[in-house]
């Protein structure tokens, strides 16, 4: 999630409140198509078809707001406002009324026991990826992606979409079409988003709307902004330490945890608004180049 | 045959002002065409209607007898123009480098990439700011930088609204000769301006407007001849 961020925001300069909406949506749809398949390999086309679902709404929304000329601010207000709807309007489907298929949405107190992500193996044997399978797995995904996106930001396509975060009016005066670049961008870094709420449901086999709204949609932000976004290297390293962190504090209060997120939020704004990891990173580069230099004066 | 680029009777109103109204202008292929006049006469709006950044409120423009009124300026690019902005509108952040591999990226094959890279960063006289972010750049050296990224583009019209602004008179006599050197390669140039000297250096046609309309037209000798001009834009003692 927070890699899909740091594509939108720090390469492709459209800062999205959005990522949690596609969280929802893939994690919702892997919950209800899950439920419905049943489980073994069918999970796997739950998970294929609840990134595809993201990705479609993607499409959707990125096209009324690329082609709209939404910018800058807008945007954010934009994402924002569709994740609190999706948020609000699953908090309300309590009811027995709201099901689909098989699966109950459950209002706030979130969709439960779906089915984890399974491999049919070899024979009758299946993999469940639960437990120390899932985390394994999920490592795997992370590299993936990571690579993945490393391939991406340093490609043509990368160059395009730094230079239309740069200055969107002079890429498309050297003859690139801006709406569309913007629109793939948004449409990966939703889909990475997705993929985060597959794997987030399938690991609890639970997901509620608490899970998209407010204060979750505001966290990938804070931690991509925290880690530097503008390299997704920091982002990774970042966002890991932070959760960790967040982790520990969290044993002992939830609410000690929220205010610290705001309060690295504050001071990345006013001491390093290029984001602490990369300023770090900067900092020990400096500091063992003049080591060099000093060494070999002496 | 058809014009190479004409403008048929375009128009640009804002709320109530006529910025531009009823222009026709046509540049014929492997000219230098200079369209001048003085501050607000419509030369940054007309040339912004020809690039595609604003949409005409009426008439037509055609480039190489295509009808290109409604395209994305992307698309009118990739047609073969190419585009230097009045302010220099560079990639600050990215280094100097980088800004002309943007601009390549397009049409070089990766291999032939450096090596076009160098011929161009050496044409622009970057060389030795390769390495530079862009941003950090004097003011006229990013105003080559950005005709060094038009012309990464290989266009057959290149659109220049004001090249020297911010330049020194050197600076601006060397890109008079860049665009004359370049229009003796075939490229076809069409140019807004306000410095007389530097029009004189490069033109060969010129289009007055004023108050959005077409003032007067005519080689560069009987512009600077014509009195009528000189009243309106020059001022009279320039005239001698």
Redo the contacts between chains.
Sequence with gaps: MALGLCLLWGYGGMLSFGQTFFFGIGGYSYGVLATNFGGGGMTLVALLLALLLAALTAVILGYFMIWGRIGGVFFGIVTLSATLVLAFFLGQTAGPEWRIGNARLNGFNGMKGMDPLTIPWFGDSQIYFEGTYLFYLVVVLIVLVYLALRILVNS?FG??M??IR??P??????????RKYQLVTFVIGSALAALSGVMYTSWGQFIAPSSIGLPAAAMPIVWVAFSGRSDITAVLVGSFFILYFFQMITVHSQQAALVLMGAMMLATVMIAPQGFVVNVTRAIGRFVQRRKASAKEA | MAEFLQATAISKTFGGLAAVSGVDLSVDEGEIHCLIGPNGAGKSTFFKLIVGTYAPTAGSIAFRGENITGMQPSARVRRGMSIKMQTPSVFKELPVRQNIHIALQHHVSKADLPREEDRLLDLMELSADANKLAGTLAHGQQQWLEIGMALALKPTLLLMDEPTAGMSTEETFRTGELIKSLNAQGMTVLVVEHDMAFIRQIAQRVTVLHFGKVFARGSIGEIITDPRVAEIYLGKTHVA
């Design positions: 043509r160059n395009v730094v230079a740069e200055d009016q002079r890429a498309e005066l050297l003859g690139y079409d801006v």
